[in-house]
T-cell receptor, first 114, second 109 residues
Framework: IAGITQAPTSQILAAGRRMTLRCTQDMRHNAMYWYRQDLGLGLRLIHYSNTAGTTGKGEVPDGYSVSRANTDDFPLTLASAVPSQTSVYFC?????????????FGPGTRLTVL | GQNIDQPTEMTATEGAIVQINCTYQTSGFNGLFWYQQHAGEAPTFLSYNVLDGLEEKGRFSSFLSRSKGYSYLLLKELQMKDSASYLCAVRDGDYKLSFGAGTTVTVRA
């Protein structure tokens, strides 16, 4: 079934540890996005990529890095996790960054940093 | 960034109509989206407006006034399964989406 997969589904992590959240889509979408969702704050954009080989910073990029080596994969790395990074992380993709192209969201990763 | 406001919660009765308002201030505008999100699940696309006016899709309609920075999502003939959070999102001049905090709609029998 076509769509977006994220791994892991959930994770408990000790502060200071390095963690990579994985995101893969098989729709050959050009644009991909990482959001975090916190109660009362809604979804906030962390990083994005309009096409393979390019990335950009969103609203809350500090403490996170991304790479886009190919069309399908867009991993998000926390170099040294802190408790304020406890959140639900959603990956999304769109055929293009503009026009009517809607974003399709993955199932999310629930991350707890202790 | 964007400033997007929508009510936190709304409650309505099964079969009724509910209107969720969204106001926004934006630097550049390239469309407004509404998403539905059930608890513990990913957001799913409902509607897209880029020109002023009403877009109708079955029981759901969305309206946009760009000059007023205003949109609403209208849910008709409410069903229990419509209990969810509804997210208003604005795409800016750089084609990035900014989301409101969401409106939790509770449908009661």
């Amino acid at each position: 079934i076509a769509g977006i997969t994220q791994a892991p589904t959930s994770q408990i992590l000790a502060a200071g540890r390095r963690m990579t959240l994985r995101c893969t889509q098989d729709m050959r979408h050009n644009a991909m996005y990482w959001y975090r969702q916190d109660l009362g704050l809604g979804l906030r954009l962390i990083h994005y990529s309009n096409t393979a080989g390019t990335t950009g910073k969103g609203e809350v990029p500090d403490g996170y890095s991304v790479s886009r080596a190919n069309t399908d994969d867009f991993p998000l790395t926390l170099a040294s996790a802190v408790p304020s990074q406890t959140s639900v992380y959603f990956c999304a993709s769109a055929e293009r960054a503009g026009g009517e192209d809607t974003q399709y969201f993955g199932p999310g990763t629930r991350l707890t940093v202790l | 960034g964007q400033n997007i406001d929508q009510p936190t919660e709304m409650t309505a009765t099964e079969g009724a109509i509910v209107q969720i308002n969204c106001t926004y201030q934006t630097s550049g505008f390239n469309g407004l989206f509404w998403y539905q999100q059930h608890a513990g699940e990913a957001p799913t696309f409902l509607s897209y407006n880029v020109l002023d006016g009403l877009e109708e899709k079955g029981r759901f309609s969305s309206f946009l006034s760009r000059s007023k920075g205003y949109s609403y999502l209208l849910l008709k003939e409410l069903q229990m399964k419509d209990s969810a959070s509804y997210l208003c999102a604005v795409r800016d001049g750089d084609y990035k989406l900014s989301f409101g905090a969401g409106t939790t709609v509770t449908v009661r029998a």
